[in-house]
C-alpha cells in the first residue's frame, strides 16, 4: 500500500520556486558591507533626535571638591559627628544655612554648581565632610 504524496500549499511553492533575491542583480560592494547598507537605509529617520552629551557643570574642579558638592547636593554627607561648631546639629539642611558659613547658599547654587557652592564646599572640605 503506497501513501499518496500530498499536493504542496501554493505559498510553499512561491517560497521554493522564487529565490530570496534577483540573481540578475549585481553588487556594487562586497556583501557585508551591502548587508549593513541596506541596514542602515531601512532604519533611517526622517527627523532623528539628535543625542546632547554634555559634561555636568563643576567639570574644571578638584576632585575633593566636586565630590563634596555632588555629595551636598545628594544629600548623602560623611559627618562622623553630627554636632556642628556653631552647636546645632549638623545635618544635611544645616549646612547650607550654618552661620559659621562663608556665603548663603541654597539648593539651587548646588545644583547649578556656582560660586556660592564652591565657597560653601571649601569651607566644609576643612570638616572633612
Known sequence: MSIPMADPISSNIDIIISPPYNKSTELKDPPHQARLQRWKDGTKLDDPIQPTQYLPPGKDLQWNLWKTINRMRA???????????????????????????????????????????IDLATHWLQYNI
Open 75 to 117: 544629600g548623602r554627607l560623611k559627618n562622623e559627628d553630627d554636632k556642628c561648631d556653631c552647636g546645632e546639629r549638623q545635618t544635611n539642611e544645616h549646612l547650607l544655612i550654618c552661620t559659621e558659613n562663608p556665603v548663603i547658599c541654597t539648593k539651587d547654587d548646588l545644583i547649578e554648581m556656582n560660586q556660592n557652592a
